[in-house]
């Protein structure tokens, strides 16, 4: 009990692989049982522009035209990653979570609860689910709200939400409010959470 | 006791100062800075975020990622890091592997520090709680976009477990105090946790199975390398000061056995209630709950070798920490048990509730039993006594009264916040009940930071212009009480 071997083999590694194994393997093998759980790619997300991206290309054609040249599942595909990459690197999955529980009324106040099928894809690896909730939760951001909403609320957020604590982004805009390409990203982002849930066959859905 | 005399009979000549010394001055630069960043961070929520909105870089959200993973990878590594420099040789009765090696993972060990700053603050965190330094890939690919942090924290971490394995290695004939019971293992876990949590659900794993071991990844670090640190090192320092053996053997083997069997297995209940298979997330509440009699056993076999003594509580400054630290342990574990289960999940989960249970963890608990370290240590390694009475005072009650009012106030702010979302309060009015428990714990903040200037001021004049160092003085005698 008290020797080097039995503390480096049976608690170093023996508890730690007990460990892995119940709470990593067995949950990772009963996922991958599910109906559904074929992992997308980043191409396969992207197959169809969202019309939130089209009507930012309508809507800011100069900007658009020189950040992401025209509507197309490739340019598409670029300012998901981008707006992923530009959420993450901002830390905003640590003050907005991206999963909805099937408890507390949440499906009444953010949609649908989430399912293990949704986050099978190249966007939630790793996942952001996030812990903590100073906003609202995202995983049912997409089509909730226009572009002009999402673009006045990351230049000012107390211009829409008055008592919000959200910090306010105006780098990702020029003085007229029109987006670089960060900020093309990241409302093309936005407006993608939660949309992957309509390809999931609704008897693999939770229902509440 | 095999460790008793291991101590009489080898002396200083084992132990390398500098390198403690310099350890101690990284993690008190990396403890400033991550308190400073809170702090920063907190004034946000009152609405007077200093720096300005101006600048991509000083954003909140970089200032909260300088706070976590200063706290952690700055001030804890640095911190155990010295505390093994001085206990691991002692106990072996062998110096570690090499000095030089020691200097060079210091080096190292704030070049990866430096370089994760530089990496937060442009963007290039990795979404992995806790885990964020940078991979310095594009998340899942190999495209590199900065320098790989994470694969030098490997390497430092591996030059670490040989460093300190190698004199325990050669013990390895010897039957271990308990100390180094939960050196060994955690060393062994350090290097398995880290690999598993920065590479599997980042290249391997998308989704709900990378969210379990994300979980388990958050829970492991501070479960199977920052805990058995904290209690390997109380375990050695209690006895040693207090100049009487731990309570009871029996316990400690309790302790430490079913730390190693229970606590890895509660990982996933940092996500509840989620897509992850609910089995594993009763298994992962089971064993949490489990966790808290295994506490249960260690802080009363901590407080019956107080028994007796209760004065060294007034005379020790370390065994105050180390104490006050051991009750603020149990009073977090005790609320593990509650938080856990699905029913408190429902209301305190995404709320402030958790983020006082982690402060209580971290600054309350670890950060105590490493100050209480950093009082014995600190007059040893500059050979001087400590320069004001009045200002380790002043840290000592800044921190406790500081880290209470903190704990208290989120904890009640995380229920407030937790019922008004569950009663689908429109999210504005939320925020409004929240700003006076956010201003409560801006000035908590300020009491702490205040405390940390009064324990680094100190610190600077003790090794400055303290008095002669006194042996004695630092244990506690023998007709106490």
Redesign the interface.
Known sequence: ?????T??FI???G??A???L???I???M???SYHGMD?QTLAQLAEKPSLEFVQLSEKFPESFKEHYGTVSPESYAKAL?RG???Y????????H?Q?V?????EH??WGAP???Q?????L??????G???????LAREGGKKTNDWHIAHFINPKSV?????M?????YFDEKGVPNADGFALVTYLQWLGTVQAGIPVAERVTP | MSASTTLAAHGDPLVNYRLIKAHIFAGAVALSISMIAGFLYSLQFVGYFPLGHDNWMLTPGHMRLLHTNMAAYGWLVNGFTAMLYYVVPRLTGYKVLSDKLGGLIFAAWQLILALSIVGYLTDKAQAIEWGETPTGFRPGTFEMNFVPVDLLVVVGAVLVIVQFMVPIYKARDQKFYVTLWYFTAGLVWLALTYLMGNIMPEWMLPGAAGAATTGLFIHDLVGLYVTPMGWGMMYFFVPLILRRPIWSHSLSVIGFWALAFFYPLGGVHHFLISPIPDYVEFGAITTTIAIEVVVTTVVVNFFMTLRGRWSALRTSMAIRWFYVGAVFYFITCLQCAFQVTWLFQRVIHFTDWVVGHAHLIMFGVFTFWLFGVIEWLWPRVCKREWYSQTLRGWHFWLWSVGVMIMFFDLMIAGLVHGFMQRDLNDWSDILRMSEPFWWVRAFSGVMILVGLFCALYNMFMTAKAGAAYQEEKHYIPANAD
């Open positions: 009990m008290e020797r080097f071997y503390l480096v608690a170093g590694v508890c730690f007990i460990a892995f119940l709470s990593m067995f949950p990772w009963s996922l991958y992992y990653q992923r990459d530009v993450v690197g901002q830390a905003c999955w640590h003050c979570s999963y529980r099937v408890v507390s009324n009444v106040r989430s399912s293990a949704e986050y099978q894809n190249a939630n690896q790793p996942h952001l689910w812990t903590r909730r100073v906003g609202p939760d939400v008055p008592h919000s604590v910090p306010p982004y105006p780098f």
